[in-house]
């Protein structure tokens, strides 16, 4: 594959999850590959196996709270690979918790990782972006974002903003060869995700029955859709929004057990 042949993305919580398979994603394409967060032991194995593969990839440890952080990773990308072609704002912070229950500082921390960092990451590589009159800014969501979970308020409501914030900035920069779009995955096996919301097997297999495919989706075929997005096949597409949920948020609220819903129906 060289779909991505001489060009460059930047991947936020690329040491791990999804981050990381985007990544991989990337670097099979041909690419240049950055990846960002904050532990460098889980970005340094990402780059090993990006390279074990016969790709390039670097490692830049990096908050994505901090603006400073980010601005001067996005200049350390372009000085070393020449350009950034691709933004992936992927990475996140999650728990579950009741909102009554929801401290201020909780709140804070997820709106931090979130919608600041997102906003942080993506106005640092729009300086480059724009100027060299192309780019394309994939953020991860969830869906969430516009239908009601309960435990989710401070996520749901970070990842609604940063969808805000991509049809927005989709609708700013679209003259200026510069696309924003957003993937928004079902539950998708991580370990991340796994001990921030399904921890116990009851859990699990809650959010199982919520999936009309019952299942969750791996890593690949998330980073399948990122690459669809952030390659030429998506060209005219910006501003969107692309659920990868085997139906979940179309069908949870929907079936009853004689559908095959399971625990899914006892919310009604
Ligand atoms: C439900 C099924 C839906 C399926 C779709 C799922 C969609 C989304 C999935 C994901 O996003 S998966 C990604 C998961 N990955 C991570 O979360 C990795 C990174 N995580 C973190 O960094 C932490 O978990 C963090 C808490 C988000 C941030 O860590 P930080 O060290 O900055 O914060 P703390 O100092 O620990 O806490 C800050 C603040 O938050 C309160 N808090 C923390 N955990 C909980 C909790 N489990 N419940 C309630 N409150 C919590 C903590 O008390 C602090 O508040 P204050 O005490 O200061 O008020
Ligand atoms: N897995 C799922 O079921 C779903 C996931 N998503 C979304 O997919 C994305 C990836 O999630 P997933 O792979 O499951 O989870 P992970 O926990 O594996 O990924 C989160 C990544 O974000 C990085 N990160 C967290 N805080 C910061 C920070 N302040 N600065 C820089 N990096 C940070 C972490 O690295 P480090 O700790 O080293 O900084 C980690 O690599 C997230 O946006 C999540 O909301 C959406 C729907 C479903």
Redesign the pocket.
């Known amino acids: 594959m060289s779909e991505f042949a001489g060009r460059v993305a930047v991947v936020t919580g690329g040491g791990s ?1 999804i981050g990381r398979a985007i990544a991989r994603r990337y670097a099979a394409g041909g690419g240049s590959v950055a990846v960002l967060g904050r532990r460098a032991e889980p970005l340094a194995e990402t780059v090993d196996l990006i390279g074990a593969a016969g790709g390039t990839a670097t490692a830049l440890t990096v908050d994505v709270r901090d603006f400073d952080q980010v601005s001067a990773a996005m200049t350390a990308v372009r000085d070393r690979f020449g350009r950034i072609d691709a933004l992936v704002n992927n990475a ?6 009741p909102g009554e ?6 709140w ?3 709106i931090d ?1 979130v919608l600041n960092g997102t906003f942080h990451c993506t106005r640092a590589a729009a300086d480059v972006m724009l100027e060299q009159r192309s780019g394309s800014v994939l953020s991860v969501i ?1 869906s ?1 974002a516009w239908h009601g ?1 309960p ?2 308020v401070h ?1 749901a409501a970070a990842k609604a903003g940063v969808l805000a914030m991509t049809r927005t900035l989709a609708v700013e920069w679209a003259g200026r060869g510069v696309r924003l779009n957003c993937l928004a ?3 998708t096996e ?1 370990a ?2 796994g ?4 921890g116990d097997q009851a859990s699990r297999d809650r ?1 199982l029955a919520s999936v009309p495919q019952r299942r969750m989706a791996g890593t690949d075929e998330i980073a399948g859709t990122a690459a669809f997005l952030l390659g030429d096949g998506s060209a005219y597409i910006t501003g969107e929004v692309l659920t990868v949920d085997g139906g979940q948020w179309l069908g949870k609220q929907v079936y009853g057990p004689e559908l095959g819903a399971g625990e899914a129906a006892d919310a009604r």
Do not use: Q
């Open positions: 999850g996140a912070g999650n728990f579950v918790c229950r929801l401290s201020a500082g909780g804070r921390a997820v990782i969830a969430y979970h435990g989710t996520s995955p079902g539950p991580t991340g995700a001990a921030a919301l399904w959010v």
